[in-house]
């Protein structure tokens, strides 16, 4: 039996990599589908840049950079802002919220701090030979 699991255990972190990037660009598919519906935009106005670019700065973190780790393309570099965006949504958007309300956000910003700090794993681009 652990002979068959050791067998298995390479591929982990790309299982991973890509379940939580894919869950990730659902929401970047959902705010890309915001910003070009037209009309006002309403959404956190991150360090005075206006709704609109925050937005736009969002689907690059949520919707872009989990793309490049789903593929495993300079995936510690991609984590990053994904990373960050979840600790801006968690800790500072949703700060004063009870821990229900930032859950999510915080259970991406481990992910993506585990992606991270561990690579991208055996099956990605960053490791192709």
Do not use: Q
Not at 19 to 39: D, E, F, I, R, Y
Not at 83 to 97: S, Y
């Amino acid at each position: 039996m652990n002979s068959m699991i050791s067998r298995f255990s390479h591929l982990g972190l790309p299982v991973f990599r890509i379940a939580v990037s894919l869950m990730m660009m659902s929401h970047g598919w959902a705010k890309l589908m915001k910003l070009t519906a037209g009309g006002e935009i309403k959404f956190y106005n991150f360090m005075g840049l206006g709704p609109e670019i925050s937005l736009g700065l969002a689907v690059i973190c949520e919707l872009i950079a989990p793309l490049l780790i789903l593929v495993g393309f300079k995936t510690r570099y991609a984590a990053f802002p994904a990373m960050f965006t979840m600790a801006i949504a968690a800790f500072v958007v949703h700060g004063g919220d009870p821990f229900e309300e930032k859950e999510l956000a915080v259970f991406y910003f481990i992910s993506f701090l585990m992606i991270f700090l561990t690579g991208p794993g055996a099956y990605s681009l960053d490791n192709k030979k």
